[in-house]
């Protein structure tokens, strides 16, 4: 392993990083070569935006790859969900303390390559997957985000 940071992962998200990397590989590959090859099939390349355009796109291409294959080589999958505190993987509804209308949520504690808040997965490195980490059914935990502090309830811990 390289001196990058350690990426936890769950083992769905490990797979996603995968398909990923092979789709990018192959698929991608392939249709950046097409553009490519048309793009050079016009003519002069001084003054051609499609190939101008073919070339940014290998380029990104390129660097979202080396990215990929940096997060996969440096993943830790880690599978210890518990039940009886919170932990990477859990899943945990929660109800913010002191707001009258606050309705339960539930997220998945992920790591930060697979955070995504609108599928309800936060990272344990965000202020709230911080203060949830650890703690227990029935505990306050405080989480502090850049708005302040805020206070949450835990209602339930259930497995990935």
Do not use: C, W
């Not at 790859?65 to 859990?90: P, R």
């Not at 599928?119 to 650890?134: F, T, W, Y």
Request: no cysteine; charged share 30%; proline share 3%.
């Amino acid at each position: 392993m390289n001196s990058s940071k350690v990426n936890v992962v769950t083992t769905e998200g490990l797979e996603k990083l995968k398909k990923e990397l092979e789709y990018k590989e192959t698929t991608e590959k392939m249709r950046v070569a097409e553009q490519l090859k048309y793009a050079i099939a016009q003519g002069d390349l001084s003054e051609n935006a499609e190939y101008d355009a073919a070339k940014n796109d290998q380029a990104a291409l390129e660097q979202r790859i080396t990215e990929l294959k940096a997060l996969i080589e440096n993943a830790v999958v880690v599978d210890e969900t518990s039940t009886d505190e919170v932990s990477f993987g859990s899943v945990v509804t929660i109800i913010e303390q002191g707001d009258p209308d606050a309705e339960e949520e539930v997220y998945t504690i992920v790591g930060s390559i697979e955070s995504n808040p609108m599928e309800n997965k936060i990272s344990n490195e965000s202020p709230i997957g911080m203060a949830l980490m650890g703690a227990h059914e029935g505990d306050v935990v405080e989480a502090h985000t850049p708005s302040g502090p805020l206070f949450f309830k835990i209602l339930k811990i259930a497995a990935e």
